[in-house]
């Protein structure tokens, strides 16, 4: 059954830095959305001023910029995210970017304690076999 996760064994410290990564990864996703959005704004409210403006692809010039590996674990983590159902990318999200205790969660969602702790680690196994198939794929 679930046991807590005390971070003493090699698989624990293993868990939670395979947890801390998909946060951060998460994080970064999102922060790359919001400037991307942020862009979008700009430019939108330029055509507005302007009657002609060159044609450009943001998403180009985003993805120009990044690594190759980045581009990658952006890729793959994205299609994970989207084949998750929509209570587990829910408590996946909430709880990897937004930091929410297992206990708000429960509350939430109407679970108990230990059924959206197991939701969140089924969620993360999930991810990192996606994560590890696309790769594997290129």
């Not at 996703?29 to 001023?49: A, F, G, P, V, W």
């Not at 403006?53 to 990044?66: A, F, K, N, T, V």
């Not at 190759?68 to 983590?77: F, G, I, P, T, Y």
């Amino acid at each position: 059954m679930w046991q807590k996760n005390n971070g003493k064994s090699e698989t624990e410290i293993l868990q939670n830095q395979f947890t801390a990564y998909l946060a951060t990864a998460v994080q970064r996703r999102r922060n790359d959305y919001l400037q991307q959005m942020d862009r979008r704004q700009q430019i939108e409210s330029l055509t507005e001023d302007f009657m002609f403006m060159p044609e450009c692809s943001i998403e180009q010039d985003m993805l120009l910029g990044l690594p190759v590996l980045m581009q990658l674990e952006d890729s793959a983590l994205l299609h994970a995210l989207r084949e998750l159902s929509e209570r587990e990318r829910y408590i996946f999200l909430a709880r990897a970017v937004d930091g929410k205790s297992f206990e708000a969660l429960a509350e939430e969602t109407g679970m108990g304690y230990k059924g959206v702790a197991a939701v969140y680690y089924r969620t993360v196994q999930k991810i990192k076999r996606k994560i590890g198939v696309m790769k594997n794929e290129f």
